[in-house]
């Protein structure tokens, strides 16, 4: 990707959809934690990549809180879109939602905000384009992205 180039929220935006099986749960027949926040990841590190062209890692996940379970049988759909990027690092906001596809009803259950670093073909971090908010609420969380950065780093000792 070349310097210099920038790239809207909506280019990079994922959605992504997976049924919850027996062995995704707990015995309550609830997602397992763990498994969730695997999709979280891959979800984030596919926005990520898309708005870098790059193989990306994960640097951090902030905290995730788990409002509603998802059951057995029902979707777990996540979206996943960019809200801030620096030099080289990119945040991404993933918001989990579970579907039952009976009755058409969709529930949010958690979001959570990952950073991810763009690598370079030797493993180290590369620039990525610059992201370019269009509308008031992406301008709005661009905004609180650099104040979580701040904090993330401080947390870090960065
Ligand atoms: C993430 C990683 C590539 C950063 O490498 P590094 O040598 O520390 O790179 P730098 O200090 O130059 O930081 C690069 C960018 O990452 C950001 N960053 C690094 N660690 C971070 C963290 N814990 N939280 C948020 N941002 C972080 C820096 O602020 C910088 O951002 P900027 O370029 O936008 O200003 C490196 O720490 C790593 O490989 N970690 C392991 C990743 C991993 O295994 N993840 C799980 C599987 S994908």
Redesign the pocket.
Known sequence: MEQGKSKTVSESKIEMHEMVLPNDTNLLGNLLGGRLMHLVDIAGAMAASRHANRIV????IDSVDFHQPVKLGELVYLKARLTW?????MEVLVEVFSEDYINGVCTFTNRAYL?F?S?DEEGK?ARVPRLVPETDSERAEYRAAEQR?TE??KR?N?
């Open positions: 890692a994960t640097a951090s990027v620096g030099k080289t690092s950073t670093v690598l971090p950065r993330r780093l870090n960065r």
